[in-house]
């Protein structure tokens, strides 16, 4: 469907030669809101806040760098023939999310059993945090029109995206087309997933490491369905989409871990420290 084109500023302040763009102030406000509920719930479960401020400091550094390598090891064709550097620069675009979910729990895991805490609990805390993190996140691919899906029909447009807001409307009407607003079906889909988890280890109390595997499995199911609409997905082979062959391997795992943790005895703690009987 046309439609014509009039974007939103990218920069949120200008100062002098330095421009600050809405896509890093927005990243940072999830970050910070999801740190802010996790050293609460921290401090609620009587731990020090600064464990969780400790893993956050390592873990940011540690998720671009994986986010990075991520994306160069599936978009390798891409670097192979260009300057050596082209792999690190960041300011171009071109990280991935799998990579740094990857990166951050490998580095709470390590800083977890270095200090001789529970990984699971810590994840558990974490993980309503993380997916509010993406969920605004994802309001910054917004800003920069990417991440977006194919064209909208004209049957799509008056049957939903006539109803939502015009700003959101005319972000994505990129070069005189109009695109489905995937970064909006997402951030949607993790505010449910946000709701679902507290509700989750608040009412219900489940075993230890299952609001984080939870996380995992609700994450991944939206993440498969969205990637199919996506114009900008990195591919394994063929018409394989790496993310969606990446969800459906966590889906499994995370379902399969839950089992055998259960089975073997492992989660033999509630969320809320106390023994399961």
């Given at each position: 469907?046309?439609?014509?084109?009039?974007?939103?500023?990218?920069v949120?302040?200008?100062l002098?030669?330095?421009?600050?763009?809405?896509?890093?102030?927005?990243?940072?406000?999830?970050?910070?809101?999801?740190?802010?509920?996790?050293?609460?719930?921290t401090?609620?479960?009587?731990?020090k806040?600064d464990?969780m401020?400790?893993?956050?400091v390592?873990?940011?550094?540690?998720?671009?760098v994986f986010a990075?390598?991520?994306?160069?090891?599936?978009e390798?064709?891409?670097?192979?023939g260009?300057?050596?550097?082209?792999?690190?620069?960041?300011?171009?675009?071109?990280?991935?999310?799998?990579?740094?979910?990857i990166?951050?729990?490998l580095?709470?895991?390590?800083?977890?059993?270095?200090?001789?805490?529970s990984?699971?609990?810590?994840?558990?805390?974490a993980?309503?945090?993380?997916?509010?993190?993406?969920?605004?996140g994802?309001?910054?691919?917004?800003?920069?029109?990417?991440?977006h899906?194919?064209?909208?029909?004209?049957?799509?447009?008056?049957?939903?995206?006539?109803?939502?807001?015009?700003?959101?409307?005319?972000?994505?009407?990129?070069?005189?087309?109009?695109?489905?607003?995937?970064?909006l079906?997402?951030s949607v889909?993790?505010?449910?997933?946000f709701?679902?988890?507290l509700?989750?280890?608040?009412?219900?109390?489940?075993?230890?490491?299952?609001?984080?595997?939870?996380?995992?499995?609700?994450?991944?199911?939206?993440?498969?369905?969205?990637?199919?609409?996506?114009?900008?997905?990195?591919?394994?082979?063929?018409?394989?989409?790496?993310?969606?062959?990446?969800?459906?391997?966590?889906?499994?795992?995370?379902?399969?871990v839950?089992?055998?943790?259960r089975?073997?005895?492992?989660?033999n703690?509630?969320?809320?420290?106390?023994?399961?009987?």
């Open positions: 469907m046309t439609c014509t084109p009039e974007a939103l500023d990218r949120f302040l200008q002098g030669p330095l421009s600050i763009y809405w896509y890093g102030v927005i990243i940072a406000t999830g970050a910070f809101l999801g740190l802010l509920i996790a050293t609460r719930e401090e609620r479960l009587g731990l806040k464990y401020i400790d893993i956050v390592y873990a940011i550094p540690a998720a671009i990075r390598l991520y994306y160069v090891i599936f390798w064709d891409r670097y192979i260009g300057p050596w550097w082209d792999i690190f620069a960041i300011w171009e675009g071109g990280i991935a999310i799998h990579g740094a979910l990166g951050s729990v580095t709470a895991y390590l800083y977890t059993k270095i200090k001789g805490l990984f699971w609990m810590m994840a558990d805390i993980a309503p945090s993380i997916i509010l993190g993406q969920a605004i994802r309001w910054g691919n917004f800003m920069n029109q990417e991440a899906g194919g064209p909208v029909s004209e049957t799509f447009y008056n049957s939903f995206m006539q109803y939502l807001p015009g700003f959101i409307n005319q972000q994505m009407c990129i070069g005189g087309t109009l695109y489905h607003p995937t970064f079906y997402e889909w993790n505010i449910l997933g709701i679902f988890l509700v989750l280890r608040h009412k219900f109390n489940p075993r230890r490491g299952e609001v984080f595997l939870s996380y995992v499995i609700w994450y991944s199911f939206g993440r498969f369905f969205i990637e199919g609409m996506r114009t900008d997905s990195l591919y394994l082979f063929g018409e394989i989409r790496t993310a969606q062959f990446i969800s459906i391997i966590l889906i499994a795992l995370a379902i399969a839950m089992i055998y943790r089975k073997t005895g492992m989660a703690k509630y969320y809320n420290g106390k023994k399961v009987k």
